[in-house]
Each structure stands twice: as C-alpha cells, then as structure tokens.
C-alpha cells in the first residue's frame, strides 16, 4: 500500500512534463535517486537521531534534485520532441552508471539505510502514513498550480511553443520551474523509499530507469495524460495489476506486464479518462455553455 502512494507521485511528477506540458521526459528518475543518496549519506554521516536525520535528509534531498533539475533543465529544456526525450534518457543511465563508480555511496555493492529503531512491522506502517501524506500533499498543490498561469502556460507550451513565445510568455523559465517542481516531489519520494526498502541500488533501485522510469511514463498514459485525476487513476490501476501478476503469474509476471504495456498503447492512447471521455462526453467532457440567441433576448 505504500508503494500505491509511490507510485501516485511518480505518475503526478511525470504529468507536469509529458501531460501538461507535452515534454515526454524519460529522466525523472534522476531526481528520485539523487534525493535516495542525498538522504541516506545525511542519515549515515550527520550523527543525528533517527527520525531528525531521516526528514533532515529528506528536505536535503528534494533540494538538491531541485539545484539538479535547474542545471541539467537550462540547458536541456532548449531541446524539442525526440531530442529532448533521448537526452533525458541518458541521465538516468548515466547516473546510474556514476553512481556504481564511487565508493563513496557504496559504488556498485550498494548502500544499506539505517536500522528503523521501532518495533517489527512498524516501519512498513511508518513510510506508508509519509508516503499517504506526501501523495495527499502533491495533488492540491499540483491543482493549484494548473488553475492559475502557470498552468495555462504549460498548456499553451504543449499546444503550440513558438504561439506562445511570440505571445510573450517565456516558455524556458517555465519549463525549467515545471521540471524543478517534479524534482522537488520526486527527491522526498526517493528519501521514503530508499528507507522504506532498506537497501539502495544504484542500478535496480535508485536510478531504475527500466522500472520505476518506465511506470512513471506508462501510469500517467493509462490514466490519461495532461489530465489531474488521470494519473492517479493509472497509478492505482497499474499497481493493482502489477500486484496480481506478481502473486497469480509467478515466473510469467514480465511477460503479463509486457503484454499489458503493449495493451494500453494500442487501446488506450487516450487512457481511460480520454477514452471516458469520448464514450460518455456529457459526463467526463467539458461543458461549454452556449451563447444565448441575440434575436432570441431581444
């Protein structure tokens, strides 16, 4: 249940790019590593308790994805459609790849988090109550964020980039502040989740960009993209699925997770709240009130 939560954000974070902004980026995983590392070099080398060091690290790790996301962004965020796609996906596998290399985080043999000090059983309910709130807090801010200008600038970025430049916006500020802002969300979940599991990896945990990158992309496009609620939707969708391969399809899971991944593409390129949304347009559209007939109020 606490890796539902996870993978609420990961879906939420991803959407902020690919859905409302139309900027397909297959690097967030980046930032969920460096907030994993940055935490748990905080919890092993500052001295403190553990709960202090643990959310202490937690905010350290969020700003450091923050710092990364405005570097690696400024310059990055200059590219368009497939470039831009391809390079993000290099900076997941290039962080990965750096981090096997130094000794200092543990390299290739990876990096064990500290004991929790509670009772058995009681750090799997512990991160499930942080990861509750973390999801609980991303969506309003997230809703809040799309309702005003910001939003409309995203969306007029994914409509039509050069429009909106020629209209004024500065659409490289935005994007570099849509990108900080996933980092941020994304740096606290690697924080929970590298302490939740208890071991970090750099290649199969914190920069797992064949798994955990992936599912960002696929939950936001099985719920539907550039959508608040979609997201979420896949996030539970997927994960309940996943769950059942794991338990029922024993050996076969990659196989049914395979066929499902290949299932929402060609079924579901809108996803489900697209897909709703052309079957049943009066109820999950949106409503356009019409103009009263001139001659009519008269």
Same mark, same amino acid.
């Given at each position: @249940?606490?890796?539902?939560?996870?993978?609420?954000?990961?879906?939420?974070?991803?959407?902020?790019?690919?859905?409302?902004?139309?900027?397909?980026?297959?690097?967030?995983?980046?930032?969920?590593?460096? &907030?994993?590392?940055?935490?748990?070099?905080?919890?092993?080398?500052?001295?403190?308790g553990y709960y202090p060091a643990l959310?202490?690290? @937690?905010?350290?790790?969020?700003?450091? $994805?923050?710092?990364?996301?405005?570097?690696?962004?400024? &310059?990055?965020?200059?590219?368009?459609?497939? +470039?831009?796609?391809?390079?993000?996906?290099?900076? *997941?596998?290039?962080? /990965?790849?750096?981090?096997?290399?130094?000794?200092?985080?543990?390299?290739?043999? #990876?990096?064990?988090?500290?004991?929790?000090?509670?009772?058995?059983? #009681?750090?799997?309910?512990?991160?499930?109550?942080?990861?509750?709130?973390?999801?609980? %807090?991303?969506?309003?801010?997230?809703?809040?964020? +799309?309702?005003?200008?910001?939003?409309?600038?995203?969306?007029?970025?994914?409509?039509?980039?050069?429009?909106?430049?020629?209209? *004024? %916006?500065? =659409? =490289?500020?935005?994007?570099?502040?849509?990108?900080? %802002?996933?980092?941020?969300?994304?740096?606290? =979940?690697?924080?929970?989740?590298?302490?939740?599991? &208890?071991?970090?990896?750099?290649?199969?945990?914190?920069?797992?960009?064949?798994?955990?990158?992936?599912?960002?992309?696929? @939950?936001?496009?099985?719920?539907?993209?550039?959508?608040?609620? #979609?997201?979420?939707?896949?996030?539970?969708?997927?994960?309940?699925?996943?769950?059942?391969?794991? =338990?029922?399809?024993? /050996?076969?899971?990659?196989?049914?997770?395979?066929?499902?991944?290949?299932?929402?593409?060609?079924?579901?390129?809108?996803?489900i709240l697209g897909w709703a949304r052309?079957?049943?347009?009066?109820?999950?559209?949106?409503?356009?009130?019409?103009?009263?007939?001139?001659? $009519?109020?008269?």
């Open positions: @249940m606490a890796f539902l939560w996870v993978m609420v954000v990961f879906a939420l974070t991803w959407d902020i790019l690919g859905g409302q902004m139309g900027y397909n980026s297959f690097g967030n995983i980046l930032f969920f590593g460096v &907030g994993m590392y940055v935490c748990a070099v905080i919890q092993r080398d500052s001295g403190l959310f202490l690290g @937690m905010g350290a790790g969020a700003l450091v $994805a923050v710092v990364f996301a405005a570097i690696f962004g400024s &310059g990055i965020l200059g590219l368009r459609g497939h +470039y831009f796609a391809i390079c993000t996906l290099g900076l *997941g596998i290039a962080a /990965g790849e750096f981090a096997s290399g130094w000794d200092y985080i543990g390299a290739g043999s #990876g990096m064990v988090t500290p004991i929790f000090p509670g009772e058995p059983g #009681g750090r799997e309910k512990f991160f499930y109550y942080v990861m509750f709130a973390l999801a609980v %807090i991303t969506f309003p801010v997230l809703r809040w964020l +799309y309702s005003g200008r910001f939003g409309l600038a995203l969306n007029a970025i994914r409509d039509d980039e050069d429009k909106a430049e020629a209209m *004024g %916006i500065h =659409t =490289t500020r935005y994007k570099i502040t849509a990108w900080c %802002i996933s980092a941020f969300f994304l740096g606290l =979940t690697g924080a929970v989740v590298g302490n939740m599991i &208890g071991f970090i990896d750099p290649r199969d945990v914190a920069f797992a960009g064949p798994t955990f990158g992936v599912w960002m992309v696929l @939950m936001a496009i099985l719920g539907g993209k550039g959508t608040l609620w #979609g997201p979420v939707l896949g996030a539970v969708v997927f994960h309940v699925t996943q769950e059942v391969f794991w =338990t029922y399809l024993l /050996g076969w899971q990659r196989v049914a997770l395979g066929l499902l991944i290949v299932l929402i593409v060609v079924f579901f390129p809108l996803g052309e079957r049943w347009p009066e109820r999950f559209g949106h409503v356009v009130e019409e103009k009263p007939d001139a001659r $009519a109020t008269e």
